[in-house]
């Protein structure tokens, strides 16, 4: 198990950038794939991008494809999410997770644990 702390998030207009950061405690980080998951109000949980152990191999919601980059260093303990050309419709809470099936099972919601607390994505028109 791991403990996840994220942050960067905040208020930007649309259009703009933020990058949000995933520290996470434990010597077992580099063994797992990591997600980034969002939340808006009365919506379900979505899985947005995650990442193999290695950084390797990347997965990305189709909503997000092109603008949100994944990202990692395992000596840092931080997985990052990039986001551009952010619209309103990427506001949310943002939670990162750590993945402990095979990778083919990376969009499972079920398969992640060790969630973060969140960080607030609000994005103004």
């Known amino acids: 198990q791991v403990q996840l702390v994220e942050s960067g998030g905040g208020l930007v207009q649309a259009g703009g950038s933020l990058r949000l950061s995933c520290a996470a405690s434990?010597?077992?980080?580099?063994?797992?794939?990591m997600g980034w998951f969002r939340q808006a109000p009365g919506k379900e949980r979505e899985l947005v991008a995650a990442?193999?152990?290695?950084?390797?191999?990347?997965y990305y919601a189709d909503s997000v494809k092109g603008r949100f980059t994944i990202s990692r260093d395992n000596a840092k303990n931080t997985v990052y999410l990039q986001m551009n050309s952010l619209k309103p419709e990427d506001t949310a809470v943002y939670y990162c997770?750590?993945?402990?099936?095979?990778?083919?099972?990376?969009?499972?919601?079920?398969?992640?644990?060790?969630w973060g607390q969140g960080t607030q994505v609000t994005v103004s028109s």
């Open positions: 990442i193999s152990w290695s950084g390797g191999m990347t």
């Open positions: 434990g010597r077992t980080f580099s063994s797992y794939a």
């Open positions: 997770a750590a993945h402990s099936g095979a990778w083919h099972t990376v969009s499972t919601t079920t398969e992640y644990h060790s």
